[in-house]
């Protein structure tokens, strides 16, 4: 999360592609990815204060976490202020959303903020531990995920020309359609054959597409390598793909599994996370011990916190810390999230990374 450089630049709005002809640098918006670390402070308050009094305004559901602290938006004058905001669990989101359907008629009208006619697509969480989490992005929000995943890939080396095979669940899962348009604002050409149809059907559109790169789940991914030989009389190196993009599941950044992967495609592997929202992340190449997770590509529209699992009291960000991960989405119209935890547990590294990548 350490930034490189103190440049400043006019950030926040998605380009068709800020690298323009210069296809050899190493980061998709320079200017925002290396802005430093008090820049992207002074971004984030900027746009923090903006976003808590539009969903304050325009959201039952968040204007009644002010209400429970008697905080109202101007009260949010710096980060302290507003880590006073009680926090958003997925099982209460759930609530909500089933209270705002019995009430309103519609599983939004609490949560979201944006108008109907706004609303451009829904997205949704797996579902597997309970109902599907819903949340709704306008085009805006919408041009805010193709921008993070579009960071993520360059970083990676995909560039215009390149074929990405998205070997995910297609059906509502937010690394699914969010993914695939994400690739197609890069410039990459994805082959969106999903997951449904079955191994062999993945590997039959590999042999005829010749993808470069494939997106999907570590486990499908060594699933792919034990049956290639059986499914095709070859290995699975033999479809020639030179990245693996781990997503959807753990695994991608265990060193066993990525050496396995790595070892059984004859590909580079990198984990990486954020599917339809505004919280982004990918690993790189550094040597292990010199990096672990992720970088972290979107604190321009993202606000990470780190609390105790146990009080929600506030953990400073210092390199090492840990701690459930609390994030609010910034610049967001569509169902912004504010200070929401998934239950996930977070260590965070602040310092630069051996790869020299920022993030």
């Known amino acids: 999360m350490s930034g490189t450089s103190g440049k400043r630049a006019a950030v926040g709005r998605a380009s068709d592609d800020p690298a323009g002809a210069d296809r050899g640098r190493r980061l998709w918006n320079e200017a925002v990815e290396t802005l430093s670390r008090d820049a ?31 905080a109202r938006p101007e009260d949010i004058r710096g980060f302290d202020d507003f880590a006073r905001i009680p926090v958003m669990t997925k099982d209460e989101h759930r609530r909500i959303q089933q209270e705002s359907l019995e009430r309103h008629g519609s599983p939004f ?33 919408v041009a805010i995920v193709n921008e993070m995943h579009a960071r993520k890939y360059w970083r990676a080396g995909i560039r215009p020309g390149h074929v990405m095979l998205q070997a995910l669940s297609l059906s509502m899962f937010t690394g699914g359609l969010p993914l695939s348009q994400g690739i197609m604002h890069l410039g990459a050409c994805v082959v969106p054959v999903g ?39 070859r290995p699975a ?59 972290f590509v ?6 990470l916190e780190l609390v105790d699992p146990a009080t929600r009291a506030p953990i400073a960000l210092r390199h ?12 967001w119209r569509g169902g912004p999230f504010m200070r929401y935890a998934l239950g996930d547990l977070l260590q965070v590294w602040t310092e630069p990374c051996g790869c020299g990548m920022p993030g």
């Open 40 to 70: 992207v402070a002074e971004l984030q308050l900027q746009r923090l204060k903006q976003q808590v009094r539009y969903n304050y305004e325009r959201s039952p559901a968040h204007r009644r976490k002010f209400d429970e602290v008697g």
């Open 109 to 141: 009208t609490s949560m979201g903020c944006a108008a109907p006619e706004e609303i451009v697509r829904i997205n949704a969480t797996s579902g597997t531990t309970g109902v599907p989490t819903l949340y709704t992005l306008t085009a805006h929000d």
């Open 195 to 233: 997951i449904e149809g079955g191994t062999k059907r993945v590997i039959d559109i590999a042999r005829i597409t010749r993808p470069h790169a494939i997106v999907a789940t570590p486990s499908f991914g060594q699933y792919l390598v034990e049956e290639a030989p059986r499914l095709t009389g």
């Open 237 to 295: 190196s033999e479809l020639g793909l030179r990245w693996f993009f781990c997503a959807g599941e753990g695994g991608g950044g265990d060193p066993e599994v990525r050496r396995a992967l790595a070892d059984g495609f004859g590909a580079r592997v990198f984990d990486h996370t954020g599917g339809g929202h505004a919280f982004h992340g990918i690993s790189c190449d550094a040597p292990a011990g010199d990096c672990a997770g992720m970088h």
């Open 298 to 303: 979107s604190e321009d529209h993202c606000l």
């Open 320 to 331: 090492g810390a840990i701690g459930e991960m609390v994030f609010t989405f910034l610049d």
